[in-house]
């Protein structure tokens, strides 16, 4: 019998890229690489190929130098973390088995491993089931369909700093859509929401993209069904600042994305529900080729839980708690090194580990063009730009960031 030895385990192929990831990972690289322009690729898809070995060299530099290293100890800026050694390795199993968790057939193990640990997460937050979905986006459309099909809702109420997602679910599930104004801690004021909610679904968000603000998650009990877009601090349920999080255990859905504060690879979030069994029910479509319900939006898909179920055993809830409480501590710094000094200033205490911050008397834009060896992200708050610097890199050092700024002025 012939085989395509592509097919097979090329031995000195994997071990050399192997190889290549951990010397590059090795050097520091830098906290914002430039665009990559691709000059060295064809400008058309090539008819004959190069080889696997070949092709990895080529891209190799897309892949290392000119990405942007989420644990250079400049890096402050986004909701992005870097990613522990055990994940790469189990996305690599995941990807050489390539398990489709749409039919029990094609992945058995996987869809048990699934079941098993979608088990452990809903239970720490309150829930009763939920599933595995790419990210809050997918997660907060998921809930809000849901609610949809099982309530008598028309209009999904959010705060005007809400993700974009919510605006984006409402519109394509043919919802009318209502923002609410915030206070001056960006939190969704309580006080102008609607005052019958019997047809509406409150969307509660759980860390604010701009600022990581809170609504009170205690809002709106009269609401025909209450989500939290919990992406960003839905993790703070196993870190020193639980509290932050009071209230969300009486929703009817959460949404949480794993590929933040859980230090997964991108593609990881979930969407639990308080009652499962009804909300999954409206949710799954059967077809003659399947053996069992397909439920919520997507239809093949792999085995991205593998990575996650080897992080939770890896770590456990107190290896979890301790690095997320890590993240809230290099916070905490920043804000106190801008706060002690006189050329910045500190929008406010940051509360779930995102840091807003500037100049106090430089355009904040042109420091940010200028910054070097360092990297924040910015954002408009009440009509003001803002630094905005968010504790996902386990590495960052605020000293360095805030250095570096400083020399940018």
Known sequence: MNFDSDFLPDESGLTRAVHRLLHELRNPGVPHASPDTTADLPDELPRDGIGGHAALDALSATAFEKA????????FAHMDPPTPWHAWAAVMWAAA???????PDTAPAARALEERVMRWMASAYGMDGGHFVPGSTIANLTALWAARELTDATQVIASSAAHLSVAKAAHILG?????????????????LLPGDLSRSVLVLTA???ATGAVDALTAGRGAAWRHVD???????RFSSRAEVLEGMDLADSVGISL????????????????????AQRVLSFGGGYLAAPNVG??????????????????????????????????????????????????????????VNWRPTDRNTEAVHGRLDAAWVSTADIDGQRWFRSVAANPH?????????????L
């Open 68 to 75: 942007s290293r989420l644990d250079h100890p400049g890096f």
């Open 97 to 103: 088995t390539n398990q489709n968790l749409l039919h």
């Open 175 to 191: 919802m009318d859509y209502l923002q609410v104004p915030v206070d001056d801690r960006q939190s969704l004021r309580e006080d």
């Open 207 to 209: 860390g604010a993209v």
């Open 230 to 236: 919990a992406a960003w601090a839905g993790a703070l």
């Open 259 to 278: 590929h933040k504060w859980f230090f997964q690879p991108k593609g990881s979030a979930m969407v639990l529900f308080a009652r499962a069994a009804e």
């Open 297 to 354: 939006l997507l239809g093949s898909r792999g085995a991205s839980v593998l990575p996650l179920a080897v992080t939770l055993l890896a770590w456990g809830t107190r290896g979890i708690t301790e690095r997320i409480d890590a993240c809230l501590t290099t916070a905490d710094s920043l804000a106190d090194l801008v706060t002690a000094e006189p050329r910045l200033t500190l929008w406010r205490p940051p509360r779930t580990g995102v």
């Open 396 to 408: 960052a050092d605020s000293c360095t960031v805030v250095r570096r700024v400083l020399d940018a």
